[in-house]
């Protein structure tokens, strides 16, 4: 299927331990995919936060800029999707890196706007 993202792993059944993605420029958000049986947490260390993670959750982050981690759980089956964008591509073609997201594009602004 057509993705503007270069590199897809999947993840099955495995505990992912805190970590930085080395592959991606730190303005580029990278999107995981939430599937399978279980009831799983995803945490941003950053940020101090603890997201249900179930299956068909999606989360968009900057990877490269924010620790997370999926730790252990108890019952099912859990596949992840992962999304990503590798920097090196915009090194080879002499490309610029996208910018950061304006904090005026943010869902939070959106949010506040309507209410």
């Not at 299956?55 to 252990?72: C, D, E, F, N, Q």
């Not at 590798?86 to 996208?98: E, M, Q, S, T, Y």
């Amino acid at each position: 299927w057509p993705s503007i993202y270069l590199g897809i792993d999947i993840i099955v059944n495995q505990e992912t331990p805190p970590h930085l993605d080395q592959v991606s420029a730190p303005s580029l958000l990278d999107l995981v995919v939430s599937l399978g049986t279980h009831d799983v947490q995803f945490h941003i260390s950053e940020l101090g936060t603890i997201f249900c993670y179930q299956p068909g959750t999606m989360i968009y982050l900057a990877g490269k800029v924010l620790t997370h981690s999926v730790p252990k759980w108890g019952k099912g089956e859990r596949i992840a999707l992962a999304h990503y964008m590798k920097d090196a591509v915009h090194n080879r073609f002499g490309l610029p890196r996208p910018p950061f997201t304006p904090p005026e594009a943010s869902l939070g602004e959106l949010f506040t706007d309507l209410v």
